[in-house]
């Protein structure tokens, strides 16, 4: 289907290269033959919390897509493509929006689960590790390693349980998940 122009969002590794493609900024794109998710285009999404979930984020980029398109609920697939600006994406700040993100949920999951402390530890150990990114608390932040999966596991736990429970609250959480994104790249204040 052919749609009009799109602003989108688009995560890119460090290298600035996605699957053998290395990318400038301001250079259109084109694919040739059928436009499919997936499978062939240039892929981007609404909101880049949806983008980040596709590839690990060494940039974060605002695209302009137009042309033939497939488009899903969560990313769509482009015939054209341009990326108009980039934002750098660092390991600190995925730090930092995981500590947020599990903190948003933590009392959801403490609430059902009252004596497991893994997912409050697991915040902790992450916040030493940005006041002081030294041997030691990385160190420390690599053994509550599994205390940070059980963080996931429980965000995803409270997420689905919020989403089941309250669809409002949900779309709130992933709204202001979305909001610390650009504050952490520097896209608002």
Known sequence: MKQKTKLLWKTIPQNFESRGHKWEIGKWYHVNGKIELCQNGFHASPTILDAMRYVFAGWICCVTATGDCEIGNDKSAWSDMVIIKRYKWTKKMSVSLAIYAAELVLKIYEKKYP??????????????YLRNPCKKTKDATYAADGAAGAATRAAYAAHA?????HAAAHAAI??????????LVGICK
Do not use: S
Request: aromatic content about 4%; proline content about 3%.
């Open 174 to 183: 992933l709204k202001k998940i979305e909001r610390k994104i650009k504050q």
């Open 161 to 165: 349980a919020t989403y089941a429970a």
């Open 115 to 128: 004596k497991d402390t893994r997912p409050r530890n697991a915040i902790a150990a992450a916040k030493a």
